[in-house]
């Protein structure tokens, strides 16, 4: 997939060859659309030059949680609760890889992934979703809002509201953004 570069930051050289090490969970990309919403525990780095790791997906823990399967069913990844470590695959090459998750290990082979005080995530739109809130509408499939957040998530309670909004900026990685969201009207 081509990406423009970004203006300011270089994204690449947070995923040298030599950034990746055992024991490390890496988003990366999907396919469909370009988003980083799968996540790969690195198990070993078989070479650096040329790169070679040996990883291992991690796939969403629904515990038949009924809403969370009718999710990924239709389409829709869920990018965050817990994961387990499932098949294990052989990657030759950076390009596949997003950004490092800081993610929790629970288990011999359970992640938990949640949303960090600081963190940017895309967030499907609550419009996008049907009127019971189970299914993603065809036609707004890639409807996002890209937010940060100003507090952590806890399984208990959620997320909480933040006393005051940040004053800083960020510029996002345009790898990881659809391209829609890449341009504005006619403006780059």
């Not at 040329?50 to 990018?79: A, D, R």
């Not at 992640?111 to 600081?118: A, D």
């Not at 890209?146 to 909480?160: A, D, M, Q």
């Not at 996002?172 to 391209?179: G, I, R, V």
Request: aromatic fraction near 12%.
């Amino acid at each position: 997939m081509a990406v423009d570069d970004s203006d300011f930051y270089d994204f690449d050289k947070d995923k040298m060859e030599m950034s990746f090490k055992k024991g490390q969970v890496w988003a990366i990309y999907d396919d469909d659309d370009g988003m980083p919403r799968h996540y790969g525990l690195i198990d070993e780095i078989v070479s650096v030059n040329p790169f070679v790791v040996k990883m291992s997906w991690l796939n969403l823990q629904s515990n038949g949680y009924e809403g969370l399967i009718c999710w990924e069913k239709t389409g829709i990844h869920i990018s965050c609760g817990r994961f387990r470590v499932a098949r294990k695959t052989s990657i030759d090459s950076v390009n596949v890889y997003s950004h490092l998750v800081d993610a929790e290990r629970t288990a011999r082979e359970v992640y938990r992934i949640y949303p960090k005080k600081g963190s940017v995530w895309a967030l499907y739109k609550e419009d996008a979703l049907d009127n019971e809130g189970r299914n993603l509408l065809v036609r707004d499939k890639r409807c996002y809002d890209i937010v940060l957040f100003l507090t952590s998530y806890s399984e208990i309670h959620g997320l909480r509201e933040a006393p005051d909004l940040s004053k800083d900026c960020w510029e996002l990685d345009p790898a990881s953004l659809p391209p829609e969201l890449l341009t504005v009207g006619w403006y780059k």
